[in-house]
């Protein structure tokens, strides 16, 4: 008979890390404490879920496990997370390289994981909340409320993090992993939106936009990246926040001062063809009003708000906007900068930065504190950029620890 392995936590990273284990002869048990199985992978890029990407590299990963990733990588790819969905009958659709299910549908890469799970007769429990993980050498007791103690030759930790806690995640499997003696790398909401001190988020909220955003702490240029920028009435969202979110929580953590300047027109070029634009634009449009100046620069009521800023009247002729007020508006263009006060909670955060220090866990994702205990998943200190990276690590991690964890 196979050894007996207790999967905790049935979200992408467990239901791979329980086939994987399954196929190489393991007895599988999985313990979730939802009503059913995968639950936040319904959600992920949505509903339609962007499970990996072509662009693959270390380089997209932040946190301790950053330095996991080509090894853990190396035994379970993009190319090899390809073949497997294929093979469970998952045809794919590859956009610009972002990966995703052919279907259009969330429902068909958990729906794909939990036929194999039926296949492999892997026993799942659902409403399974695990409690307690305890030791008794060599074995494991796992204990989950009504489903009483049973006992495992090895247990794979795949609860998650903190992030969208109410698909399940909410943090538990960190308590469970620190009973076992791991340290936890504290934890903040990442790919988030960032709430911003300024009072003129209102005028522009539901504005989207195009623009290079550049994330500074303590007064230094950290990150950038650029994007659809969307405008909230608390702050600002989208992919290019979402890509500086990470930093800019740790930075608030640690109580510095965080800005994002932001380019509105990211596609200017050089100082001087920039210098050449603003000149033809003033002299063309020196007869209409500041109103009709910006109208077509920017979007309407950004072009509005930064008049007010640079303290131009809209009816104010072009021509008669004195140089001081034209360099300011040009400024104001190319570098508006808004204060970050906070992020936006775990709830609306898509994953979780912080977790278990990997410095404790082996290339195989096994601890180096209690042997045949694994990790998978968020519930590692790892996060990666938005665009598949998340879910690339769910499956490889899943697959590294299950198929380790099972002794293949
Ligand atoms: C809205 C949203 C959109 C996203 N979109 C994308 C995307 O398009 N692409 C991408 O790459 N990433 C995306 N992500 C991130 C990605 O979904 C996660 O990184 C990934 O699902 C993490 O998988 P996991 O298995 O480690 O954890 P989870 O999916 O969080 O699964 C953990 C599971 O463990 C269970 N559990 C926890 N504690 C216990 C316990 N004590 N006992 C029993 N069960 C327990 C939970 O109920 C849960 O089902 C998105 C996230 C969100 C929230």
């Given at each position: 008979m196979g050894r007996r392995i207790a999967v905790i936590g049935a979200g992408a990273a467990g239901m791979t890390a329980a086939i994987w284990a399954a196929r190489a002869g393991a007895q599988v048990t999985v313990y979730?404490?939802?009503?059913?199985?995968?639950?936040?992978l319904l959600s992920t890029g949505n509903g339609r879920c962007n499970f990996s990407n072509e662009r693959m590299s270390a380089a997209c990963y932040r946190g301790s496990g950053a330095a996991l990733v080509d090894a853990v990588y190396a035994g379970f790819d993009v190319r090899r997370t390809k073949e497997?969905?294929?093979?469970?009958?998952?045809?794919i659709k590859d956009r610009d390289g972002y990966l995703y299910p052919a279907s259009g549908q969330a429902a068909t890469v958990l729906d794909v994981l939990r036929y194999e799970m039926k296949r492999l007769a892997v026993d799942v429990h659902t409403c399974a909340q695990v409690t307690a993980v305890q030791v008794k050498r060599p074995r494991f007791s796992v204990e989950a409320g009504e489903d009483g103690r049973e006992t495992y030759d090895a247990v794979i930790l795949a609860c998650g993090g903190r992030a969208a806690p109410g698909t399940g995640s909410d943090g538990q499997g960190f308590r469970l992993a620190k009973m076992l003696g791991h340290h936890i790398v504290p934890t903040v909401p990442a790919l988030v939106a960032l709430r911003c001190r300024e009072d003129f988020f209102r005028?522009?909220?539901g504005v989207r936009c195009e623009a290079k955003l550049t994330l500074y702490i303590d007064g230094r240029a950290v990150c950038a990246d650029t994007g659809e920028l969307q405008w909230t009435d608390y702050g600002i969202s989208g992919i290019p926040v979402f890509q500086l979110s990470r930093e800019a929580a740790y930075a608030l953590r640690d109580?510095?001062?965080v800005t994002v300047e932001i380019d509105l027109l990211p596609d200017l070029g050089d100082a001087a063809a920039e210098r050449r634009f603003w000149e033809q634009r003033w002299e063309r449009q020196e007869g209409q009003t500041a109103e009709q100046f910006v109208t077509g620069l920017v979007n309407k009521k950004l072009g509005l708000l930064l008049l007010k800023l640079a303290g131009i009247r809209e009816s104010e002729r072009a021509a008669d906007v004195p140089a001081s007020g034209r360099r300011k508006l040009e400024k104001l263009c190319r570098c508006l900068t808004v204060t970050v006060q906070g992020t936006n909670p775990f709830e609306q955060a898509q994953v979780c930065a912080g977790g278990v220090d990997c410095a404790e866990v082996t290339e195989t994702l096994e601890s180096r504190i209690v042997p045949q205990l694994y990790f998978a998943g968020e519930i590692l200190d790892i996060d990666g950029i938005c665009g598949g990276y998340n879910l690339q690590w769910a499956w490889s991690s899943g697959a590294a620890a299950g198929r380790a964890a099972a002794g293949a």
């Open positions: 979730e404490r939802n009503d059913r199985v995968g639950k936040k497997f969905f294929e093979e469970l009958g998952m045809r005028r522009v909220a109580k510095r001062s």
